[in-house]
């Protein structure tokens, strides 16, 4: 899918932070358990410690470490009050602009937040913003969806959940729905949940727990996504003069990478 500048973002503003402002009580009850390589890599954190992450949710990933300081951003003021609700240290803003002095983070993590980036210069762009508040010797860990669901004959959790939640007739891919994304005048196909996915560029339903729904009815919003490639991630990382792969892995569905900022 090829958007300029103002289409990619407006694409993001209708179908990933409207959404996200929308359905971020339901979507943190949804987002509780911790990935456990995430886990891992923020475990290497040393005593005082300034970890950074950029897209936290609804901060599942602060740890009650008081040697350490960490510190969280998102897009969403709804997801950040939940935070600042827990008392943690997070603030709003967008990825691609990180209100962060340079060369001052330790370990960074940004989880599920790349795939929302509508074009390939955004993603770049973020990343790029990701190793510039990063330390010389600080490294990063960045997680996106993957478009392989099932590799080595393994299914992704995502699909396994699928088997568990819906009947088998429903676990095949719908390969004609589309919707027409007015505003920017392009049309993206809509993802059926817990199905391999077909497309690259996509709209994932997202149905509202209908108790959060008090007066009205129950509602699906649809969010943006780019599914990767297995290399991609990996190429774009690559382009940063100053930063080295150091893991690049498949973890459940997911492309996976630790890149490390070398130099100033």
């Known amino acids: 899918m090829s958007l300029n ?18 359905i971020a009580s339901h979507f943190s009850e949804t987002r509780q358990k911790p990935w ?5 890599f923020l475990s290497k954190s040393k005593p005082g410690a300034i970890v950074l992450d950029v897209g936290c949710g609804n901060a599942k990933y602060f740890t009650n470490t008081s ?12 997801l950040a009050q939940i935070c600042k609700n827990l008392n943690h240290q997070v603030f709003n803003c967008d990825c691609l602009q990180l209100p962060i ?5 330790d370990l ?4 599920a937040v790349l795939h929302h980036l509508a074009t390939s210069d955004r993603r770049l762009k973020a990343l790029k913003e990701i190793n510039r508040v990063l330390a010389v010797g600080g490294q990063a ?12 004959q393994n299914l992704s959790t995502y699909l396994k959940q699928g088997k568990v939640n819906k009947p088998k007739a429903e676990s095949t891919p719908e390969l004609n729905k589309e919707f027409h994304v007015e ?19 996509l709209l994932v339903p997202w149905k509202l727990n209908q108790k959060k729904e008090q007066q009205n009815e129950s509602k699906t919003h649809l969010r943006y996504y780019h599914v990767f ?23 459940q569905g997911n492309w996976c990478v630790i890149f490390e900022k070398i130099t100033i």
């Open 229 to 251: 490639e297995e290399s991609e991630l990996k190429l774009l990382c690559e382009q940063i003069y100053n930063c080295k792969v150091i893991d690049y892995y498949y973890d």
């Open 67 to 78: 040697d350490i300081f960490q510190l969280g951003c998102d897009r969403s003021t709804q």
């Open 36 to 40: 456990p390589n995430v886990v891992k």
């Open 183 to 201: 505003s920017i005048d392009v049309n993206l196909p809509i993802h059926t949940n817990r199905s391999n996915f077909v497309h690259n560029d």
């Open 101 to 105: 002095r340079s060369n001052c983070i």
């Open 5 to 22: 500048e103002n289409n990619a973002s407006e694409l993001e503003l209708q179908h990933v932070h409207d959404v996200y402002e929308n």
């Open 108 to 111: 960074c993590i940004s989880i």
């Open 141 to 152: 860990l960045v997680y996106v969806w993957a478009k392989e669901q099932c590799r080595n």
